[in-house]
């Protein structure tokens, strides 16, 4: 089974409005962490916000929060008010523990592009 | 200062050489990782050490060797390059602890784009 599913290949937006991108996991460990990364044109891998299982809140970072439903096993990016340069790859990503040797696992990223 | 640097950034390559990409990083993180990306954009992990120390291994052709001489440097040296080694490589970091939920993040290198022809 997929660690990590991303259903959403490509969104649109339109610039100054929030966008969902989706992210599905699955595991069994009670312990583990949720990322999001951006990967823009130039191609850099740029962290952008973590969930811990064990976290109650949803975190935020900025414009950046994750929608963190743990019984519903999703981890959803929404971005809000969206701008030109948020266009690019967004990888969600998922570690266990080092039964799994601590290693990140990607799903195969959404493409967003921001319309003006 | 680049937290992850990795070299070359682009490699251009025969066929059958040898080649070697180098990392650093300076967080003072005792973890880190070689990535592959391939032409789909998906990203798998190789290798990874811990105070240099081999501990992931994925299913990854033998002529492929990471080397650690340091917990702040993992460079990757492959062999006999074939055409599906045309990839993005990443190098990245972290400091480990105990639980996964601890927020260790991974910092990632800007990659290194190696074409084989």
């Known amino acids: 089974a997929q660690k990590i599913t991303q259903t959403q290949p490509g969104m649109f937006v339109q610039e100054k409005e929030a966008v969902t991108l989706d992210c599905t996991y699955d595991?069994?460990?009670?312990?583990?962490?949720l990322f999001w990364y951006k990967q823009p044109s130039s191609g850099e891998m740029i962290f952008l916000i973590y969930?811990?299982?064990?976290?109650?809140q949803n975190a935020t970072e900025g414009r950046y929060s994750l929608n963190f439903q743990k019984a519903r096993k999703s981890a959803n990016l929404v971005i809000s008010a969206s701008q030109l340069g948020d266009s690019a790859m967004y990888f969600c990503a998922m570690r266990e523990g080092w039964r799994y040797g601590n290693k990140l696992v990607f799903g195969a990223g959404t493409i967003l592009r921001v319309k003006s | 200062d680049t937290a992850v640097s990795q070299t070359p950034k682009y490699l251009v390559t025969q066929m059958g050489n040898d080649k070697s990409i180098k990392c650093e990083q300076n967080?003072?993180?005792?973890?880190m990782y070689w990535y592959k990306q391939d032409s789909k954009k998906f990203l798998k992990i190789m290798f990874s050490y811990n105070n240099k120390e081999l501990i992931i291994n994925e299913t990854v052709p033998n002529r492929f060797s990471p080397k650690s001489p340091d917990k702040a440097h993992l460079n990757l040296h492959i062999n006999s390059l074939e055409l599906g080694d045309s990839a993005v490589y990443f190098c990245?970091?972290?400091?480990?602890?105990?639980?996964?939920?601890?927020?260790?993040?991974?910092?990632f290198g800007e990659g290194s784009w190696l074409t084989v022809v």
């Open positions: 969930q811990g299982s064990y976290d109650e």
């Open positions: 595991t069994s460990d009670q312990s583990y962490g």
């Open positions: 990245a970091s972290s400091q480990e602890k105990e639980s996964p939920s601890s927020g260790n993040t991974i910092y």
């Open positions: 967080l003072g993180h005792d973890t």
